[in-house]
């Protein structure tokens, strides 16, 4: 998506009245997790510089509300932009096999808001939430993608939605993913 474009779309869901649902969505996968400890590792360094990228891509844009899990990697992923912009971040608590639940929980969550929300999910939730919240159904992102950012009017008819890409490159897709 062109950055003209984007920018229009971003200038807009700023400008709609607040209605039931947020005006806008930013949807990210956790950035680059390290592989210890297993259960709830810290970003890396490569994840902590997209943290930081992501904060510099968003600082704009007058997110009001950041939904994240209870997990180390998504809090640290919002923490950047939630300290530059004071706000305290709100986990959505994710159980191991109960990905549709979540799913719902996390929509549930959005659409209690107002403004502007970030949600920083994973690989397996982040476009599901999309659809969840009246998007198109995508591919799950790949286990190496973690560049992807899509922006969505909920509340907008049909609701619009666009997507870019922040902080470094990740690597090549594989076939079926994002």
């Given at each position: 998506m062109s950055v003209p474009l984007l920018a229009c779309l971003l200038t807009g869901a700023?400008?709609?009245?607040?209605?039931?649902?947020?005006?806008?969505?930013?949807?990210?996968?956790?950035?680059?997790?390290?592989?210890?400890?297993?259960?709830?590792?810290?970003?890396?360094?490569?994840?902590?510089?997209?943290?930081?990228?992501?904060?510099?891509?968003?600082?704009?844009?007058?997110?009001?509300?950041?939904?994240?899990?209870?997990?180390?990697?998504t809090r640290d992923t919002a923490a950047p932009l939630a300290q530059a912009l004071g706000l305290q971040v709100q986990p959505v608590e994710a159980k191991r096999?109960?990905?549709?639940?979540?799913v719902q929980a996390?929509?549930?969550?959005v659409r209690a808001q107002t403004g502007a929300v970030l949600v920083v999910g994973h690989s397996n939730?982040?476009?599901?939430?999309?659809?969840a919240l009246g998007g198109p159904k995508l591919a799950a992102l790949c286990e190496t993608s973690f560049h992807h950012a899509f922006v969505?009017?909920?509340?907008?008819?049909?609701?619009?939605?666009?997507?870019?890409?922040?902080?470094?490159?990740?690597?090549?897709?594989?076939a079926g993913c994002l």
């Amino acid at each position: 998506m062109s950055v003209p474009l984007l920018a229009c779309l971003l200038t807009g869901a700023l400008a709609l009245p607040v209605a039931a649902m947020p005006e806008l969505v930013i949807l990210v996968r956790h950035a680059e997790r390290a592989s210890e400890p297993a259960g709830d590792p810290a970003l890396t360094p490569a994840g902590e510089q997209r943290a930081q990228a992501l904060a510099q891509a968003l600082v704009g844009l007058r997110v009001n509300a950041i939904l994240t899990t209870q997990l180390r990697r998504t809090r640290d992923t919002a923490a950047p932009l939630a300290q530059a912009l004071g706000l305290q971040v709100q986990p959505v608590e994710a159980k191991r096999g109960g990905t549709a639940a979540h799913v719902q929980a996390v929509a549930d969550a959005v659409r209690a808001q107002t403004g502007a929300v970030l949600v920083v999910g994973h690989s397996n939730t982040v476009t599901a939430v999309l659809a969840a919240l009246g998007g198109p159904k995508l591919a799950a992102l790949c286990e190496t993608s973690f560049h992807h950012a899509f922006v969505l009017q909920p509340a907008a008819e049909p609701p619009r939605w666009a997507q870019f890409n922040y902080g470094a490159p990740s690597a090549a897709p594989e076939a079926g993913c994002l």
